[in-house]
């Protein structure tokens, strides 16, 4: 029996295979692709399943044909739908399966993470599918990851996967859209993603699709810097799942980093979201980004936008976003503070509080080529 060398994968699909026709539930590519999940899991690699669909799903319950849909009607949409792609998946398998709703700000608190890692965990151990959908009846603009391309990325993250398999609608990565160009052309293999590789990425054709190829390879920019291997690969086709079984690559693979980021450091980088932002000077800027130093109240000279303790907030000299990382103070104290030297701190704010703004350990470089 041939075997893709995967430990754990996570598979992503997209409401293109749930809902074909734009609403309901069928079964017209499900079938092929829950089989591939039953295979795999006959050769012991996990399986972590990212579901869209609820929205389709749901569609059909509501009187509603215009084309923008008001935020209300999606999540009712959402909230009737969700039950219905669930039991849709359940049929296929004679193991049970896990609903797993999440939001960026469950992802986004470190305490909340972790719960997400061990019930994923835990599940996994006893043999469950665990299911992953936003939580869309609760998500807002501001705690929502807003796509499950995003949001499958993140949970290979959490899931500790080795492999990120993204079923879309069409073959890979192109160097145009393929639905509007006839020449267009697929990228089997990309071993940097770079500006010229978001440059070829464009919007969905489909009404009821979110993010069209820029999520996908937003995805697999987060992945890969986690030593996580993506495919894009095409969830119509059944002999695509043939072809991965047998460790072949039926549409585009994004090559894992080799060095990749530590667990926290990815987390910090890709998953939390910045709350503001503390201008620094040229001397901070060279001592956090070069030497590896924590940043210290001296070297500040502006703080933006309202942050609590413990929020994240980007270090930026002038324009340029250099470092992301978690602050030990909030806004105001630090509109006191800045330009201070790091030895009165304790005294003015509170005795006994670290020195170190942000320390180095709670940092991840943004801009690597600083000079
Ligand atoms: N360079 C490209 N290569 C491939 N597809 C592209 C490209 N640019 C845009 N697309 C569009 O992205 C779509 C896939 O994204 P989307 O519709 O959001 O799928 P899903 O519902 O599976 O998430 C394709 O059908 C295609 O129209
Ligand atoms: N959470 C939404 C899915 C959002 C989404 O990213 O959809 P898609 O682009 O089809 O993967 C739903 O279940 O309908």
Redesign the pocket.
Known sequence: MSTPTWRRAVL?V???LIAPDGNGCSAKYLLAIARFITQCRERGIDIVLV??????AGRSHFDFSHQSLPVALKKAM?AV??NE?MSNWSRFFDFPCAQVLLTHGDLGDRERYVSIKNTIEALLENQILPIV??N?TVATDAMKVG???NLAAMVATVADADTLVICSDVDGLYDKDPTVFSDAKRLPVVEEIDDHIFSLAGP?RNA????GMR?KVEAAEKASSHGIDTYIVNGRDGDTFEQLLRGDNPGTLFCKHHTPLSNRKHWLRHTIKAQGAVVVDHGAAQAVVEDGASLLSTGITDVEGEFERGDAVIIREGDKALAKGICQYSSWELNYLKGRHAGTINDTVEPGHPDEVIHRDNLTILEENYS
Do not use: L, W
Request: charged share 20%; aromatic share 0%; proline share 4%.
């Open positions: 992503k997209g409401s293109a579901s869209s669909g609820s929205v389709a959402a739908g969700q792609m959908n936003e869309d796509d499950n391309d969905p009821i699709a979110t993010g999520t």
